[in-house]
């Protein structure tokens, strides 16, 4: 393996992932003049349909996998669950970006929970499941109300099962299959806020502005740039965020999502409640509010240029379009000030993500009222 | 031919040319979930790498352009030197938009500012040079310095020649190989600005702000926005880009290139340069620094969409990157408030577009004193 530690402009990018967020980090790319090779199994893969080459192959097909990833000058990917075998095989043909520790770290909750903790960083009270026992006895030392999820695979509530009072245990286990799972205390949050943050090869951080998620049925719903929190707060969160891509030698923008607790008189604290090495939902805002958005951002950082700057030019408020969401679309672009993103899927299943708008808003006149 | 008038997300566009204009035009589909077919005979392409569809072809293959134009919803271009049996061929099988009218008036001087002419639209004084007599003549009654361009396949300085003198009149239509002509005359212009204005399906017309234009050897090398010009002059140059377009019954993007005079005591006054019938150079600005681009915005109206606000959220100077300037990326990459955009060409020839920057400033500090 002979390939660039910073890769120019007619330089080649894998992307593992053919959904929005390739297809987004690929535009992303083609700005820069960059372009992109979509690898992914999926017989829809709206990805494929702004990138210059395609590999329809498994996640476990090695020979496709070494072809990929000789073909390219750096691979990253659009979701947490790359398998280790398939990280590991790409990484004998070219760099992978964010780096397989990251990756390792970010796939499994409680070696997550568990490199937060030896950091400092603090999190919601969490214990380690791997049978009935470990189940009884964290119930009995965490409490309830609690939520048990499984160590990997889950995303958008999948994988989660909530313990509300002792009784519910066994059943929540079943509910979750009784797969490898944390058993994580429920966390009396005001807000759930997120930062966006990038590292580059060299250890230069960038972080965007915090902001406020609000998430319906486990799936994001709307994101408010920035969150209501004061400055001090801000700056404290976009600091844990730095903490966390340091700490893990990271390359790339990854997604630190936190709660905001405020109890009794004592001002308010952060505990982080998960990490995405990846782009994230929580910032597809800073496409049109910021000057560099984070997939370009992450393109940069992957290819070692220097970051952009992530100086938000507007408030914004981003809300998914969820399933048949999309129809609304022609309401969305008689918007004037509405920045419309849609993903190129065909079907417009039940849950499934299909574009996402963002409001924008001269600086502090961005609503927060819930609708 | 039944194809929609309006075109829905999932809808298919269908672009001749396959450069920069293509390449950023089929982004600007992808990200509101609309797929493209480039059409284009060169072996380099650029467009191709951001589209799901490609057909490399010629321009007079008369059945390639049938299946391409049955394969999408609308066909648009990226130059206006469509050849007319191409667009008529085109045309049978889908809307051509802008539409064939638009291209002819567009790609021949002499029409074009005849068009202009009978519509009020002051122009430089011009006349028809159809052989050596019509030359002579037309220099006699026009004077010099005066500029002797062919009527078709002229763009960035190609097939025009000075004509300083009567002397020089042979000279000069020797030099454009004695096509068929017009003389121009010299204009003691004291800016040269550019309105980039559209018009939807059903009348709807939103120009951007005017901007001024610096051209470095016949190629245009800067755009400052906004223009160094009064509200009363910029609304003047918005009004008469917005009566081109209505009165060619227009769908899409249009450039409107202008002289401003500045003569005697007398306010200034505007002359129509000339039009192009597609996204524009001096338009790239609004990628960066408004809510939507000429892009976006020529994908809504060829697709029957609302238009989107021209607004401009700040001030913004572009610059192309020239042949081998583009070995300076790094350094722009560098710069918080620059936004770099690459074509993704593999060869930097001399006088080939390779890409452009956009530095943005807050509203009223934008530089203008010429480097």
């Known amino acids: ?20 967020l390739g297809r987004m980090l690929a535009m992303a790319a083609a700005e820069l003049g960059l372009n992109c090779h979509i690898y992914c199994p999926d017989a829809e893969a709206s990805a494929m349909d702004v990138a210059s080459h395609a590999t329809r192959a498994a996640y476990d097909d090695a ?46 909750r409680i070696v997550e929970k568990n490199f937060l903790s030896s950091h400092n960083i603090a999190t919601a009270p969490y214990a380690d499941v791997a049978d009935e026992a470990a189940l009884l006895k964290a119930v009995a030392e965490i409490g309830t109300p609690s939520i048990l999820k499984t160590r990997r695979f889950g995303y958008d509530g999948k994988g989660q099962a909530k313990i509300a009072s002792p009784a519910d245990a066994l059943a929540a286990y079943d509910a979750i299959g009784r797969a490898p799972a944390i058993l994580e205390g429920f966390v009396p949050f005001e807000l759930e806020i997120s930062v966006i943050v990038a590292r580059g090869i060299d250890g230069e951080i960038a972080a965007y502005d915090p902001v406020e998620n609000i998430h319906k049925d486990h799936i994001l719903d709307r994101s408010f740039a920035p969150a209501r929190i004061d400055k001090g707060l801000a700056d404290e969160a976009r600091a844990i965020a730095a903490h966390i891509v340091a700490d893990l030698d990271y390359v790339g923008v990854m997604g630190v ?73 022609a309401a969305l672009a008689a918007e004037p000030a509405t920045a419309l993103h849609l993903y190129g899927k065909a079907e417009a299943r039940p849950g499934r993500k299909m574009g996402h708008f963002t409001r924008l808003y001269p600086f502090g006149s961005a609503p927060h009222t819930i609708r």
């Open 1 to 20: 393996m002979s390939k660039p530690a910073i890769i120019a402009p007619g330089g080649r990018i894998g992307i593992l992932g053919g959904g929005q």
């Open 63 to 108: 020979d496709a996998l070494a072809r990929f990833a000789d073909s390219v000058d750096v691979v990253t990917y659009e979701f947490e669950n790359v398998p280790a075998e398939t990280a590991r095989i790409l990484a004998e043909h070219a760099p992978v970006r964010p780096g397989v520790v990251a990756l390792a770290t970010a796939q499994d």
């Open 257 to 329: 999502e936190l709660f905001v607790l405020r109890e009794g008189t004592a001002g308010p604290r952060l505990l982080v409640n998960e990490i995405a090495p990846r782009v994230h939902n929580s910032g597809h805002w800073t496409q049109d509010a910021c000057h560099v958005s984070q997939f370009e951002q992450h393109i940069r950082a992957i290819c070692g240029w220097p970051l952009g700057s992530p100086e938000r030019h507007c408030d914004a408020v981003m809300e998914n379009l969820i399933g048949d969401d999309v129809d609304g679309w």
